[in-house]
């Protein structure tokens, strides 16, 4: 499960509406049906930390670093793309909490690494539609 279909359950859960629930994290009801649709992911750690604060939760499981994602992974794509993508994450952790990085360098590699995740959602997004033209 992705962050914004986690953050859109628990909202959904607690009886939340967008414009709500964007009061209390402090961002407009448009830029959270973003986040929900999996379209944008927050830029400052603080945005998710408020997400976790109000609905009470880790941000790991915002985040899936509690091991969901792994399973899931495994699940979906056997043991080979569980460990590619074991490995990936392990990487990226090592940097972010590594002193190798200033902050900043930290910020655009998230931003790096976000805008991949979307490029590469938006080309499976026009590849379905393309092959299901084609039915």
Known sequence: MLFGDRI?????????????????IGV????????????RFPRKQEVIAKFAQVFNVSVDYLLGTDGSFFKDTDEKYSAIGHNQ????LKSVEML???????????????????ELYFD???KNKEKYS???NYE
């Open 130 to 132: 393309k092959n299901k």
């Open 96 to 114: 972010f909490a590594g002193v190798e990085l200033m902050e900043d360098d930290k910020d655009e590699l998230f931003r790096m690494i976000s």
């Open 8 to 24: 859109k359950q628990l909202r959904d859960s607690s009886g939340l509406t967008q414009v709500e629930l964007g009061k209390l």
């Open 28 to 39: 407009s009801d448009r830029v959270l049906g973003y986040y929900e649709a999996n379209e």
């Open 120 to 122: 590469a959602k938006k």
């Open 85 to 88: 993508a074991q490995g990936v």
